[in-house]
T-cell receptor, first 113, second 118 residues
Framework: GEDVEQSLFLSVREGDSSVINCTYTDSSSTYLYWYKQEPGAGLQLLTYIFSNMDMKQDQRLTVLLNKKDKHLSLRIADTQTGDSAIYFCAEKGGDTGRRALTFGSGTRLQVQP | DARVTQTPRDKVTEMGQEVTMRCQPILGHNTVFWYRQTMMQGLELLAYFRNRAPLDDSGMPKDRFSAEMPDATLATLKIQPSEPRDSAVYFC????????????????FGPGTRLTVT
């Protein structure tokens, strides 16, 4: 079945850029998403990109999509301590029989002051 | 500020007891999802409703779990009887899907119900 993979952990210093990577296997993916989960909270939708785009920028967030390599990344510029959280990558397949998103296991971002 | 709400936020119960979790989706949304999150398994989809009809509950143990939408403003997830392995955080999410190819599927998550079965 479809799979989404992420590295488990990333540590950066405050003010640096963070890059969280994700790979997926479904070549028919239509939309790809980034969610953020803070401790004790639900997942918060950060941004998403349609599969015919290769980049999307939203304030400090930049999403890059390499559809050929099935690679998605989230860059956070000027990372702050408040960005410390778990970041989930998710994809929605083009197969109309698949209704829900497939989530990765999450990348824990630790921002050191 | 439209949000998905879930009750209760925390539930501790003994093995064998019935547990009911409730979710109020964002008004106007036509899809509702139930997820379970554990350290070992990560985020697992349990059930998916669209326009109140169950479309996918393949991730849900059928013998003890049931999910319903009595109306458009309420979704319930019931476990009967509960077991210690059901201990997890259960999330509800809602979204608005417009039919057509390449439909977007943004999901807005509730705060979750932390279930502990002893």
């Amino acid at each position: 079945g479809e799979d989404v993979e992420q590295s488990l952990f990333l540590s950066v210093r405050e003010g640096d850029s963070s890059v969280i990577n994700c790979t997926y296997t479904d070549s028919s993916s239509t939309y790809l998403y980034w969610y953020k989960q803070e401790p004790g909270a639900g997942l918060q939708l950060l941004t998403y990109i349609f599969s015919n785009m290769d980049m999307k920028q939203d304030q400090r967030l930049t999403v890059l999509l390499n559809k050929k390599d099935k690679h998605l990344s989230l860059r956070i510029a000027d990372t702050q301590t408040g960005d410390s959280a778990i970041y989930f990558c998710a994809e929605k397949g083009g197969d109309t029989g698949r209704r829900a998103l497939t989530f990765g296991s999450g990348t824990r971002l630790q921002v050191q002051p | 500020d439209a949000r998905v709400t879930q009750t209760p936020r925390d539930k501790v119960t003994e093995m064998g007891q019935e547990v009911t979790m409730r979710c109020q989706p964002i008004l106007g949304h036509n899809t509702v999802f139930w997820y379970r999150q554990t350290m070992m398994q990560g985020l697992e989809l349990l059930a998916y409703f669209r326009n109140r009809a169950p479309l996918d509950d393949s991730g849900m143990p059928k013998d003890r779990f049931s999910a319903e939408m009595p109306d458009a403003t309420l979704a319930t997830l019931k476990i009967q009887p509960s077991e210690p392995r059901d201990s997890a955080v259960y999330f509800c999410a809602s979204g608005l899907v417009v039919s057509g190819t390449g439909e977007n599927s943004e999901q807005y998550f509730g705060p979750g119900t932390r279930l502990t079965v002893t």
